[in-house]
């Protein structure tokens, strides 16, 4: 036993709990993602402005309307969940029926859209909840309640959205909609409708990640870069669409980016996941879990 | 527009703009005209590939990887950039090759290709920021300046020498676009963008053709990079590498117009020219605004114009209307998955 602590030491083993908790935010950032492109067939680029835009609601409501943590977090969500389905109402809708590149840059533009406009309007510097949660010590190893907080909640929001995907009419809709999207309108189900409910839940989802990241993370106007890239392939390793794979793949890219950090620099670990990602897409273009046919 | 007038056309227009300098001196003006120039020849280089549907969103990587070589070439082991923009080039050419073949020989097209390609870009970009003791990190790179030869370091403070350097670059670039425009290797690439499988049935080498346009494209947006950063004397990861370039180039791109020869740079005047009135209008208060703007552009280009300016401009002038589009320019190729 003490050997094999020797081989793992203590700060690999909490590199490996840290990657984690990263893994159920990334999940979570994956999950909504992954509805989107599995029900709508369209990437949102600009889905990690949607979380930012997110932080910058938390980091308001807290700090200048003195709302407690837990009140404004259901608000922050429905805000996002609403710009989710005006994004969908005012970019997407009309582009429904052109390529997918199109749909792709549209929401690239709205990507700098957001971005500018949260440097516009709030200025480039870096800002905090100002909650500074306690740090819990465990052995020798220390995690942040923030981190096992955020996982906790993103483990409850993905159960959540599992149980209303499977025990709701609507959610039955969504899913028999991202199998086949042509018959279901003939079987009575408004498209239009799922749609717009389906970038609602997928903008409630970009809204819960914020909440939770906003306590790891200060918010800048650009902070969406630094998760919004891994967030993409992710989903695309996991297959897009595909929600299972998406929860393997984002709990694999956190430990590569959690280990490769250990080693070297943070963007070392950045780079290995990129280069990861690149290898495994010619080994498994449809993703982890495809099946080979 | 006869043969012989178009000939005309660009003549005379060559004319004028190789003897602007000589007339009109005003350093900003020049120096404006300069960076409209280069990145012309970057959008272009971009659209080359973009035309056919294959959208890349790692040109940002290859552009970063001709900057960064030659001026650490140049810096490290004091090697001209005559010689260390060809190796900047190879580089770029290589790396492009070593992601392409993989991505064509086993399908990877539509939302893949593009997420791969943004991987990539998104790796350059950490890498040069990583070998921050060799690169300067995220606070740019500068090369040293020539004591000796100014030709040899290709380093000139005259911007008309500057001036004339770009033209000749973006020249280039146009000519290499017209020359692939006629060549066997469109109709190839554009059977490949409407249909792979029916392209390769009619004998077409699906995953050469996609090689042979990547690469030519990857070295182009090398080129560009590594004179931008013998203009500018300065790079950062974010000005020459990483997703904002590559979306900036795709944004060009389109905006002026994927179809047509002149269409990148259309899209490059108009974006450059955006940028620099809000900069001198509104002062350091236009941070951001520009962007905003780009955003807004590009989201309504894409719904209501997606051919862009210049080329809707010519169907419109254009007296037959031609009821039927190519369908490549329309309708992407699904994506096709291995085994399917």
């Known amino acids: 036993m003490q050997a094999f602590l020797d081989v793992f030491d203590i700060y690999l083993l909490e590199a490996v709990i840290n990657g984690i908790l990263l893994g159920g935010v990334l999940a979570l950032l994956a999950l909504g993602l992954n509805l989107i492109f599995g029900v709508i067939d369209v990437t949102w680029i600009c889905y990690a402005e949607l979380v930012m835009i997110g932080m910058y609601g938390m980091y308001f409501l807290v700090q200048y309307y003195g709302l407690s943590y837990f009140v404004a977090a259901p608000l922050t969500i429905l805000l996002v969940a609403v710009l989710g389905a005006a994004l969908h109402y005012l970019v997407i809708a009309p582009l429904l029926t052109a390529p997918p590149i199109n749909q792709l840059l549209a929401t690239g533009g709205v990507l700098f859209v957001l971005q500018s406009f949260a440097t516009v309007a709030f200025g480039i510097d870096f800002r905090n909840l100002g909650i500074r949660l306690p740090v819990l010590a465990f052995g020798d190893m220390n995690f942040s309640y923030a981190r096992l907080l955020s996982f906790g909640a993103a483990l409850v929001g993905m159960v959540a959205v599992y149980l209303f995907m499977t025990r709701t009419f609507t959610g039955t809709a969504i899913r028999a909609i991202s199998q086949d999207r042509q018959i279901m ?19 409630a989802l970009a809204g819960l990640a914020a909440c939770l990241l906003v306590l790891l993370y200060d918010v800048h106007p650009f902070v969406g870069l630094s998760f919004g890239p891994i967030t993409f392939l992710i989903c695309v390793l996991g297959g897009l669409g595909n929600f299972i794979g998406g929860f393997i793949a984002a709990f694999v890219f956190a430990e590569i980016i959690s280990l490769g950090g250990l080693f070297s620099d943070l963007e070392w670990g950045y780079v290995l996941a990129f280069a990861f990602f690149i290898v495994m897409m010619f080994i498994r273009p449809a993703g982890l879990l495809a099946r080979r046919r | 527009m006869t043969g012989q007038g178009r ?13 602007l300098p000589f007339l009109y001196r005003d350093p900003y003006h020049l120096h404006i005209l300069v960076l409209i120039l280069i990145w012309s020849f970057a959008y272009t280089s971009w659209s080359m ?20 070589v030659t001026a650490l070439l140049w810096n490290h082991l004091g090697l001209t950039p005559w010689i260390g923009i060809p190796i900047g080039m190879v580089a770029a050419g290589a790396l492009a090759l070593i992601v392409g073949y993989p991505c064509f020989r086993f399908r990877i097209t539509g939302h893949y290709f593009v997420l791969v390609t943004l991987a990539l870009s998104g790796i350059v970009l950490q890498v040069i920021t990583a070998t921050r003791d060799y690169t300067g990190g995220s606070l740019g790179y500068t090369p040293d300046r020539a004591s000796g030869n100014r030709l040899l370091a290709l380093q000139f403070d005259d911007k008309t020498t500057w001036y004339l350097i770009a033209l000749a670059v973006w020249l280039f670039g146009i000519v290499v676009w017209h020359w692939v425009d006629r060549s066997m290797a469109r109709y190839a690439l554009e059977a490949i963008s409407e249909d792979e499988d029916a392209a390769a049935a009619a004998g077409v080498d699906v995953t050469a053709e996609k090689l042979k346009i990547t690469l030519l494209s990857a070295l182009m947006t090398a080129l560009a990079g590594a004179i931008y950063c013998q203009y500018q004397m300065f790079i950062t990861p974010d000005t020459v590498s990483g997703i904002a370039v590559s979306l900036q180039m795709v944004f060009a791109a389109i905006v002026g117009g994927l179809f047509v020869s002149l269409g990148p740079t259309v899209g490059a005047i108009i974006t450059i020219m ?67």
């Open chain 2, 7 to 19: 000939l005309a056309a660009w003549g005379i227009g060559l004319a004028a703009l190789v003897a």
């Open chain 2, 274 to 340: 955006l940028a620099e009135s809000l900069r001198i209008g509104f002062g350091t208060k236009a941070v951001g605004w520009d962007n905003l703007v780009y955003g807004l552009l590009l989201v309504l280009f894409i719904i209501f114009l997606p051919k862009g300016i210049l080329g809707s401009l010519l169907d419109r002038l254009k007296k037959p209307q031609r009821k039927v589009t190519r369908a490549h320019e329309q309708e992407a190729v699904e994506i096709a998955r291995p085994g399917a």
């Open chain 1, 185 to 203: 309108a003939l079987m009575g189900v408004d498209t239009r409708r799922i749609y717009l409910i389906t970038s609602a839940l997928g903008g």
């Open chain 2, 49 to 68: 590939m973009g035309r056919f549907g294959l959208v890349s969103l790692g040109h940002g990587g290859f552009m970063g990887i001709g900057a960064y």
